[in-house]
């Protein structure tokens, strides 16, 4: 278990890193009287792409929070649809995972009813060549 604690925080220190690399590259983008049309809408194009790049690391700062919370809380590596045991290979590959394969699987068939979907660092799908 402290193995993959440490893997949450590293992530954690991670995502805030490169938030704070991102923010401070921001600042010095083009400023008020330099700059053409073209620096502005790729300035623009920028700041927009950050902003969405901040939203996905706020969803998955959340998510490894909450991960953090239920190894404090001894919940850690449940299921929280079936309430069966998560893997071990399936935690260390994807510790803020809240969903047994099964019961992931299942909800990617029926995708995105009530569900915010988990922002994966790896691929956790099959090789069966199907699309």
């Given at each position: 278990m402290?193995?993959?604690?440490?893997?949450?925080?590293?992530?954690?220190?991670?995502?805030?890193?490169d938030?704070?690399?991102?923010?401070?590259?921001?600042k010095t983008a083009i400023s008020g009287d330099i700059g053409d049309d073209i620096d502005y809408a790729n300035e623009d194009r920028n700041r927009e792409l950050y902003q969405l790049l901040c939203e996905r690391d706020q969803i998955k700062l959340e998510q490894?929070?909450?991960?953090?919370?239920?190894?404090?809380d001894k919940t850690?590596?449940?299921c929280e649809d079936c309430g069966a045991k998560i893997g071990k290979k399936r935690l260390i590959a994807l510790p803020f995972?809240?969903?047994c394969i099964e019961c992931k699987n299942e909800e990617e068939r029926t995708k995105g009813i009530g569900k915010m979907p988990e922002i994966t660092?790896?691929?956790?799908?099959s090789d069966t060549g199907e699309l």
């Open positions: 402290e193995e993959i604690k440490q893997k949450l925080l590293d992530m954690q220190k991670s995502i805030l890193a938030l704070e690399s991102d923010r401070d590259r921001s490894i929070r909450e991960a953090l919370d239920a190894i404090e850690y590596g449940v995972t809240k969903l660092t790896s691929y956790t799908g």
